[in-house]
């Protein structure tokens, strides 16, 4: 076979400078490298931003994906395509890409049409099923894989299966410095006669300071001119969530000691030329962090490389970096261990001098020219994989194989409807009807809709005051929760109905299992205890699908807790059982009507994780589909007119906004496990309800409001576009917006 050539246009994706995070730096690094290796070819990149207003990158990044935004990947797709890529470099780590466990970044491997080479920046040994479904995905879309340590490659191979001949170790690149002699460089910080020991990095509490700090103490009794630099800013993520708690609590440590004198702290981040600068003033280089499972370690390759001693921590790439000597590994969280490693070569010159100069050498093959080449290498293979099994051609990339563009997000109707207390139940048109109150239903829903966007920041607020309200209807004496509060903060009755109290579970669920905001976490487990206790008593069937939906949201955060496992187990059963005595060949379904909210029941049993409810679940759910399917194709909900009896006719009209949510939610679960497209196709089928694809051919959805009709009447859309409605197409949304590209439905003749 002849020799592939090297490519002549190479993307890469990732963080980018000046966004400050060590992906971007890599990034930044390597293509430059490889643009530097082959200046014939044409390098660029697409940056990840982690914030709407993005950063002012140099003309190298030609493109932008805002990291939440799942439109944005598949733009990002079409412009690689369009402009005739020949090899994609994509940098991996599951916190910079939005969706569960980062899977938006698998929208744009999907529809890419030429060769990956992915850069493992993390491969976990015991990932969660988000985590490992992603993994395999990426896998399975990538040409060729990248580790920066062996250890990498072997988690490859034993943990997902992957074939020794897909991997390619290539180390951290490093700056190619010249190896000087600290004290050359220790007037510039002040520092000149001491010993100086260095951190550096963003600072967060994964890195272990506090331990170094710890071992000060022995340190400086017997080499008291040392001295320890701890150099980076906070992560901005950290000082977001926490502000400055942790670089606090480093200085009261070290005051506390007794060593606030021999410990620097800059907070802040460095440029390439000054890191530089304080590398060679370092003696011995610290990373006492606290994870085992950290693969990689930009900060550990350039250190070594640049020819420091080094003391650390055993996590993976320190064990395999600093084996046979090249470096003094001491055990997690043990300050003594520290210092004694740091003295070993403080009391030896010799063995300190030795040490440096070992490790400068064999930094020699790390540094960015010799890295960019192994990349190329890489490339080379990728390109001639990809020729042996190529990608699907231009064909399909026809519009029923493509996702369709879903209406961007908009929440001015929701912000509009809600107000320090909660969101409104009712809209006159577009303006809130103060005189209808709130209500726990649409808090609920409101509540989970902000824990299923990617917008956890903007939307704090609003959560809050959702969970607020919750809060507040739970009556602690008799374990329920109430519905009906008036504008002046009045409850209007006793305890909320059994659905309403289901629904209350299921967004306490939501929270406690995915919330970003830990206080909010924490209330919702604590009221989710509280309300679960009556659930097992209830006897609405929708009561029991939403519990069990709120507890399959909560194991997330606590898989093993009993009361929940219990709880869902009852719940299950009792849905089962109302199947069993209800259920026939030709009336599959629960009960002797068809009433509201119906894909619940077989959605809860989906989830349950029980086979024989799981069949039931998909059985139950494929009837429904077959009575709401029009012989033209489109989605004809259950009307709330009248219903459907059994052996009677059924209700066309008036159609309500949460069957076609439910029928989404619904489906989209049967699709995550089954993977049968067949349940994708059908949610989309729902979800174009609210776009006009049902009866009357128009729109409920309100492009310019961002609300959604009250419900379908016989000849027109009811304009008033009140809570429950709104947030049943933005759930639904939301929901869309985090699955595979799904073909167009099919009309009736072709089921």
Same mark, same amino acid.
């Given at each position: 076979m002849d020799e592939v050539a090297p490519p002549g246009r190479i993307g890469f994706v990732g963080g980018f400078e000046p966004r400050r995070c060590g992906i971007a730096t890599f990034t930044h690094d390597l293509c430059e490298a490889v643009a530097e290796a082959v200046p014939e070819a044409r390098c660029f990149a697409g940056a990840v931003n982690d914030r709407v207003e993005g950063y002012t990158y140099p003309p190298r990044v030609r493109f932008e994906i805002l990291e939440s935004d799942l439109d944005s990947y598949r733009r990002a797709a079409d412009f690689l395509n369009f402009n005739n890529t020949e090899v %994609?470099? @994509?940098?991996?780590?599951? !916190?910079?890409?939005?969706?569960?466990?980062?899977?938006? =970044?698998? +929208?744009?491997?999907?529809?890419?049409?030429?060769?990956?080479?992915?850069?493992?920046?993390?491969?976990?040994?015991?990932?969660?099923?988000?985590?490992?479904?992603?993994?395999?995905?990426?896998?399975?879309?990538?040409?060729? %894989?990248? @580790?920066?340590?062996?250890? !990498?490659?072997?988690?490859?191979?034993?943990?997902?299966? =992957?074939? +020794?001949?897909?991997?390619?170790?290539?180390?951290?690149?490093?700056?190619?410095?010249?190896?000087?002699?600290?004290?050359?460089?220790?007037?510039?910080?002040?520092?000149?006669?001491?010993?100086?020991l260095l951190t550096f990095g963003l600072l967060g509490p994964g890195k272990g300071i506090e331990h170094a700090i710890g071992a000060l103490p022995e340190i400086v009794r017997r080499h008291p001119d040392t001295v320890y630099l701890v150099l980076g800013a906070t992560h901005p993520h950290l000082v977001a969530r926490e502000g400055e708690s942790y670089r606090l609590n480093l200085e009261r440590l070290a005051e506390n000691l007794g060593v606030r004198e021999h410990v620097v702290f800059y907070n802040r981040f460095v440029s390439a030329e000054e890191l530089a600068e304080f590398i060679g003033a370092t003696d011995i280089y610290l990373t006492p962090y606290l994870n085992e499972a950290q693969i990689t370690s930009g900060t550990l390759a350039h250190v070594f490389g640049a020819g420091n001693a080094v003391v650390s921590t055993p996590y993976w790439h320190a064990r395999e970096l600093l084996a046979d000597g090249r470096g003094i590994l001491v055990p997690?969280?043990?300050?003594?261990?520290?210092?004694?490693?740091?003295?070993?070569?403080?009391d030896d010159p010799a063995l300190l001098a030795r040490t440096r100069q070992e490790a400068y050498q064999l930094g020699r093959e790390t540094i960015w020219p010799a890295v960019a080449r192994r990349y190329l290498e890489s490339f080379r293979q990728a390109r001639t994989d990809h020729k042996l099994a190529p990608r699907t051609t231009v064909g399909g990339w026809k519009l029923g194989r493509r996702s369709y563009d879903l209406p961007p997000l908009r929440l001015d109707h929701i912000m509009r409807m809600s107000d320090g207390t909660g969101i409104f139940q009712h809209a006159t048109f577009t303006v809130p009807n103060f005189h209808e109150g709130y209500c726990t239903d649409d808090n609920a829903r409101a509540f989970i809709l902000c824990n299923l966007l990617d917008e956890p920041a903007c939307l704090d607020h609003l959560a809050t005051s959702y969970l607020a309200f919750l809060a507040a209807a739970l009556d602690h004496e008799t374990g329920r929760f109430r519905n009906f509060m008036s504008h002046g903060r009045q409850w209007l009755a006793g305890p909320g109905s059994q659905d309403s109290h289901g629904r209350a579970l299921w967004a306490l669920g939501v929270g406690a299992g995915r919330s970003h905001n830990e206080g909010h976490r924490r209330l919702c487990a604590q009221l989710f205890?509280?309300?679960?206790?009556?659930?097992?008593?209830?006897?609405?069937?929708?009561?029991?699908?939403?519990?069990?939906?709120?507890?399959?949201?909560?194991?997330?955060?606590?898989?093993?807790?009993?009361?929940?496992?219990?709880?869902?187990?009852?719940?299950?059963?009792?849905?089962?059982?109302?199947?069993?005595?209800?259920?026939?060949?030709?009336?599959?379904?629960?009960?002797?009507?068809?009433?509201?909210?119906?894909?619940?029941?077989?959605q809860a049993l989906i989830l349950s994780g029980r086979a024989d409810a799981l069949g039931i679940g998909l059985k139950s759910l494929r009837w429904l589909i077959s009575m709401q399917t029009t012989q033209a194709g489109h989605f004809r909900p259950i009307g709330s007119n009248g219903f459907h009896e059994k052996d009677g006719a059924r209700a066309d009209f008036d159609q309500q906004p949460v069957e076609s949510n439910a029928m989404v939610s619904a489906c989209l679960e049967a699709f995550r496990v089954t993977q049968d497209p067949f349940w994708?196709?059908?949610?989309?089928?729902?979800f174009e309800w609210f776009l006009g694809r049902n009866d009357l051919g128009l729109p409920l959805y309100d492009y310019t409001t961002g609300g959604c009709g009250d419900g379908l009447h016989h000849d027109r859309v009811n304009a008033n576009q009140g809570a429950e409605s709104s947030l049943a197409f933005h759930l639904s949304l939301a929901e869309m917006k985090h699955v595979e590209p799904i073909p167009s439905p099919p009309t009736r003749s072709t089921l």
């Open positions: %994609l470099c @994509v940098q991996h780590e599951f !916190g910079i890409y939005g969706g569960p466990a980062g899977s938006h =970044v698998l +929208a744009l491997l999907k529809e890419v049409r030429m060769p990956v080479v992915t850069t493992l920046h993390t491969v976990l040994q015991q990932p969660d099923p988000a985590q490992r479904k992603v993994m395999e995905d990426l896998v399975r879309r990538s040409e060729r %894989l990248v @580790v920066m340590a062996r250890k !990498g490659a072997e988690i490859l191979q034993e943990t997902y299966g =992957v074939p +020794a001949a897909k991997v390619d170790v290539i180390p951290h690149g490093i700056p190619d410095t010249p190896f000087a002699d600290p004290d050359l460089h220790k007037a510039r910080f002040g520092v000149e006669g001491c010993r100086v997690f969280r043990d300050p003594q261990a520290i210092a004694v490693g740091v003295c070993a070569y403080l205890d509280r309300g679960l206790a009556v659930v097992e008593s209830f006897t609405a069937p929708r009561a029991w699908a939403f519990s069990l939906l709120g507890i399959h949201d909560f194991l997330r955060s606590d898989a093993d807790d009993t009361k929940a496992n219990a709880a869902g187990e009852v719940l299950t059963e009792k849905l089962v059982t109302l199947w069993q005595n209800c259920a026939t060949e030709v009336w599959p379904w629960f009960e002797t009507c068809v009433t509201y909210d119906n894909a619940r029941l077989s994708s196709v059908e949610a989309k089928r729902a």
